[in-house]
């Protein structure tokens, strides 16, 4: 499966953002998806992630209640959108797929580009 995440963008603290990750390839709906994100001079983390039918989800603790993951499997396509955003929450966001449902990073197999999101104070 191949990945192309995008809606990054610079947004002022409080506000929101919608990041999209459209997949091509028709096992797209096999795998569980998630969202990693990776600040500069940090090493990458564990955002959401979603199964493969988006009945379960699970998000790292300090996006509880601000971000949320869904997936359309009709569109090939997972989002995450992003309210209540925060200085720290820039960074640049990669979706990946799995055959698992984890949040452990080197379980995804296939990731997209990242897309660049900056939040302003």
């Known amino acids: 499966v191949q990945l192309q995440a995008s809606g990054g963008g610079l947004v002022q603290a409080g506000g929101s953002l919608r990041l999209s990750c459209a997949a091509s390839?028709?096992?797209?709906?096999?795998?569980?998806m998630a969202w990693f994100r990776q600040a500069p001079g940090k090493e990458r983390e564990f955002v959401a992630a979603i199964t493969r039918t988006g009945a379960v989800t699970r998000y790292a603790d300090s996006m509880k209640g601000r971000f949320t993951i869904s997936r359309d499997n009709n569109k090939n396509t997972v989002y995450l959108q992003m309210n209540n955003l925060k200085p720290d929450d820039t960074a640049a966001y990669y979706c990946?797929?799995?055959?698992?449902?984890?949040?452990?990073?080197?379980?995804?197999?296939?990731w997209g580009q990242g897309t660049l999101v900056t939040v302003s104070s």
């Open positions: 390839g028709r096992s797209y709906s096999t795998f569980s």
């Open positions: 990946a797929a799995s055959s698992l449902f984890t949040t452990t990073l080197s379980s995804y197999d296939h």
